[in-house]
Each structure stands twice: as structure tokens, then as C-alpha cells.
């Protein structure tokens, strides 16, 4: 097993582009998890899903970030427009039935100049 | 609400020593706890976890923890540090009867084992 697979694992871009973060969970994982790592704020969650549906977007910062999951095996977040203060380390997660713990993939850094 | 403290930002601690890495929790009924393991430029990897049974849970590495509903506490444990245990380690919880919920997380306590 691969494990969570995230793409691209680093991403340089200049503020005002979109940016587009991927994930693959581990098969047969029904639950979907968005984080965003920084020195300031910690580990934030930002949305989740329970099998493909979107559960609770609350810590989403604004709309210019929105998150899919079209079906079971992958996910994308998707900034638009980028600015500085999104740079940050985005993980993804996943879940299995059992509801315990998170198994999470490696990361994209990102940097907005 | 569900909340999860990690009182110290920073555990230094020399190699061979025992090591402690604190966590309190709060939830409305019982918890499954969580402790996750974070080294440089790397995912969070599972360490192990608490759900129901013996109060003491052994992970990775070594670790393990104890569950201590009074206090609402799950302090990780080993009993003789390594320079390489030195990482970020994050202590996470859910209530036991919200399935479907995200783990809430705390601040991470980062830990570094001098030689």
C-alpha cells in the first residue's frame, strides 16, 4: 500500500495564481481530511468529508479556498487567488471505517511570492 | 466542546532518561486519544491510541501512554530516550460516540533528546 499520496509536494507560485493541491487516500479510507500546517497557527483543520460529502468546512479561511472530493480516490483544494499568507504546509488524511485514527499523507509545501 | 492542551512547547530531555510529553483533554463523554509522531519535513505517523480497556497503551518506537480519566490525561511515555526520538509530537482526541468527526489536535510539544 502506498499510503496517502499528495501531488505536487512542493509549489512555488506568485500571489493572484490558482493553485491546486491533490490528494489519493488509502483504498477503501471513507473519510477525507484537510490540514494547514505554519509556525503561527499550528495544525488547522480545514474541511473534511465522510464519504464524498463534505461534513464541515468551518476552518476553510475564505472563499477563495474550496475543496472537492468527486469520488472516493481523490480530492483536490484549490486556492484562488493565491496570496503570501497562504504559504503553508497542506496535509491530507484519510480514515477508515472504524472512525480512529488518521493516517496522513507527506505534505505540499506551498510558497506564494 | 472538544479540546486537547499540550502544556509544553518545547521537552528537553538527555538521551537515556526517561521521557514525558504531557496532554490533557476535554470531552463531553469518553474519549479515544491519540498521540501522532511529526519529524522534519514529513507527514504526522501514527504512535498509538487509547480507545477502551487496559489503561496503559503501548505504540511505536518504544512509546507508550497512559490513560487517566480523573485527571483527563494521556502522557506519553518511554522509559529511555534516543537522540532520534527528537521530533514534533502531537496529542489528539475525539469523543467516543461522534464517529464521524475530525480529531482535534493540539499545539504539539516538540521534543529534543541531547547526547
Known amino acids: 500500500d502506498a499510503g496517502v499520496i499528495q501531488s505536487p509536494r512542493h509549489e512555488v507560485t506568485e500571489m493572484g495564481q490558482e493553485v491546486t493541491l491533490r490528494c489519493k487516500p488509502i483504498?477503501?479510507?471513507?473519510?477525507l481530511f484537510w490540514y494547514r500546517q505554519t509556525m503561527m497557527r499550528g495544525l488547522e483543520l480545514l474541511i473534511y468529508f465522510n464519504n464524498n460529502v463534505p461534513i464541515d468546512d468551518s476552518g476553510m479561511p475564505e472563499d477563495r479556498f474550496s475543496a472537492k472530493m468527486p469520488n472516493a480516490s481523490f480530492s483536490t483544494l484549490k486556492i484562488q487567488p493565491s496570496e503570501p499568507r497562504d504559504s503553508a504546509v497542506y496535509f491530507c488524511?484519510?480514515?477508515?471505517?472504524?472512525?480512529?485514527?488518521?493516517?496522513f499523507g507527506p505534505g505540499t509545501r506551498l510558497t506564494v511570492l | 466542546a472538544q479540546s486537547v492542551a499540550q502544556p509544553e512547547d518545547q521537552v528537553n530531555v538527555a538521551e537515556g532518561n526517561p521521557l514525558t510529553v504531557k496532554c490533557t483533554y476535554s470531552?463531553?463523554?469518553?474519549?479515544?486519544l491519540f498521540w501522532y509522531v511529526q519529524y522534519p519535513n514529513r507527514g504526522l505517523q501514527f504512535l498509538l491510541k487509547?480507545?477502551?480497556?487496559?489503561?496503559l497503551v503501548k505504540g511505536s518506537y518504544g512509546f507508550e501512554a497512559e490513560f487517566n480519566k480523573s485527571q483527563t490525561s494521556f502522557h506519553l511515555k518511554k522509559p529511555s530516550a534516543l537522540v532520534s526520538d527528537s521530533a514534533l509530537y502531537f496529542c489528539a482526541v475525539r469523543e467516543a460516540n461522534q464517529a464521524g468527526t475530525a480529531l482535534i489536535f493540539g499545539k504539539g510539544t516538540t521534543l529534543s533528546v541531547s547526547s
Open positions: 483504498s477503501g479510507h471513507n473519510s
Open positions: 488524511a484519510g480514515r477508515g471505517q472504524d472512525h480512529n485514527e488518521q493516517f
Open positions: 487509547y480507545i477502551t480497556g487496559d489503561n
Open positions: 470531552v463531553s463523554g469518553n474519549p479515544y
